[in-house]
């Protein structure tokens, strides 16, 4: 918060403090001072009309100060209206409580809607002009009705000439503040952008590296669901068994503690396997193209169905994440033809192209229907969502070409980002 803002938010909570607490003590000085003169202007039935009111004005802001009323409600109004008749009344009692009708200057335009402003001031007017025109409430001679008048044009002067200029000054602040609210978002943004366009180049590899460990953490997720979390439950499920007929039949029980060994067994290795493939191994001891290469035999051996890879163009050393990136997405788009497509035969093709890396991964099986397959939803496994998610990251594409009984095409292109 800067000097100018802590200013006004004190000189703010300075007069929240008046509007609470002001008008008691401006009642009580203005009762202090009206005792002490009680003798020289007045009378019994004064006396008795400021004993009555008294009571009542203390009650009215006592109200208004724990309500909590909204200004320039239809409550505020009456509060503003009921104070400035007891003030009325009070003054006709003894001038000096003019002082606790003085409120009205200072808090009309908070109170009251803009159009009552005017009438509020006005009134106030009247209540000081008659308190200060040297006599009783009305007056009760020619010449206390011209020094009421006199006093009177002079107070409504005032009022209205400090209106128009607290609102001129009300209009310049909000005026103000808005330019400067306006300069302030204006310079955020621009240094925003320069920081942005400074580190973009750097921030987009921190991105793909980041991009590449969520994904990553996703995938694992994704297979201890379905795997390790399973098996668990199987675990669970047989165990259970175990304790519900260890005593009925333990030829039974056996058999159910031998499958929850079996289920145990399998869900390690599941959980072995997942924290194996959490890295790509194969990129540690081999470029893309050497590791691209080993992956496709695999898979091929694995399937028992012919594989083929090729590399074109000039091979060049790739940055980590894009050769993992391109890595990742050969093996699922392999993995999803051996588990879908059932194809006699695939083929690999890395492409160097200048600028940009492609990939292409096809297959001459079954194919599928692009449009009934559900929506990507980041999580639940990998497929050509996650591929194409994996891709974007690196400010890359990948497009699929299909149809039922076509075969499936796979072509992942991503910028040609060498390394350091």
């Known amino acids: 918060m800067s000097a ?22 401006l009642l009580g000085l203005a009762t202090v001072i009206a005792v002490v003169s009680r003798d020289l202007v007045m009378s019994g039935a004064d006396e008795r009309g400021a004993l ?33 008749l007891l003030a ?4 006709w009692c003894n001038p000096f409580y003019s002082i606790y009708a003085v409120l009205g200057y200072f808090d009309a335009g908070r109170v009251l809607p803009y159009r009552g402003v005017r009438p509020g001031l006005l009134a106030t007017a009247v209540i000081m002009a008659g308190a200060q025109s040297g006599s009783t409430l009305p007056p009760a001679t020619l010449m206390n009705w011209i020094v009421f008048g006199v006093v009177l044009a002079v107070h409504a002067t005032l009022a209205m000439a400090f209106a128009q200029i607290g609102k001129r000054e009300a209009e310049q602040a909000r005026s103000q503040t808005d330019t400067i609210a306006a300069l302030e978002s204006a310079n955020a943004r621009l240094e925003q952008a320069l920081a942005e366009n400074a580190g973009l180049h750097a921030q987009l590899l921190v991105q793909a590296r980041e991009a590449g460990v969520a994904d990553e953490r996703r995938r694992l997720a994704a297979e201890i669901h379905d795997t390790i979390a399973q098996g668990l439950t199987g675990i669970i499920a047989q165990l259970q068994a175990v304790t519900s007929t260890a005593e009925t039949d333990p030829a039974l029980a056996r058999e159910h503690l031998v499958r929850a060994a079996a289920l145990a067994r399998h869900s390690l290795g599941e959980a072995r396997r997942s924290v194996h493939n959490l890295l ?11 590791a691209l290469k080993k992956t496709v035999a695999t898979w091929s051996q694995r399937t028992g169905v012919r594989a083929d890879f090729t590399v074109t163009g ?18 699922e788009a392999l993995a999803n033809a051996g588990r879908h497509a059932e194809p006699s035969r695939a083929g690999v093709t890395l492409s160097y192209m200048g600028d940009e890396i492609s990939l292409d991964v096809r297959d001459d099986g079954r194919g599928f229907d692009p449009a009934a397959l559900p929506p990507y939803r980041g999580a639940g496994g990998f497929g050509l969502g996650g591929m194409r998610a994996r891709a974007e990251r690196m400010a890359g594409t990948v497009e699929v070409e299909t149809g039922p009984g076509l075969g499936t095409a796979v072509c992942a292109r991503v910028p040609m980002v060498r390394h350091d």
């Open 52 to 84: 009555v009111l008294i009571p009542a004005a203390l009650a009215l802001q006592f109200w208004w100060t724990r309500a909590g009323i909204r200004p320039q409600s239809g409550a505020a109004q009456c509060y503003f209206i009921t104070r400035t």
């Open 88 to 91: 009325f009344g009070l003054t």
């Open 280 to 290: 790509p191994a194969a990129l540690e001891h081999d470029d893309l193209p050497g």
């Open 4 to 25: 100018h803002e802590e200013a006004v938010t004190a000189v703010e909570q300075w007069w929240g403090r008046f509007f609470r607490y002001g008008p008691y003590g």
């Open 314 to 331: 000039t091979v060049e050393p790739l940055h980590d994440e894009v050769g993992a990136t391109l890595l990742r997405i050969a093996e």
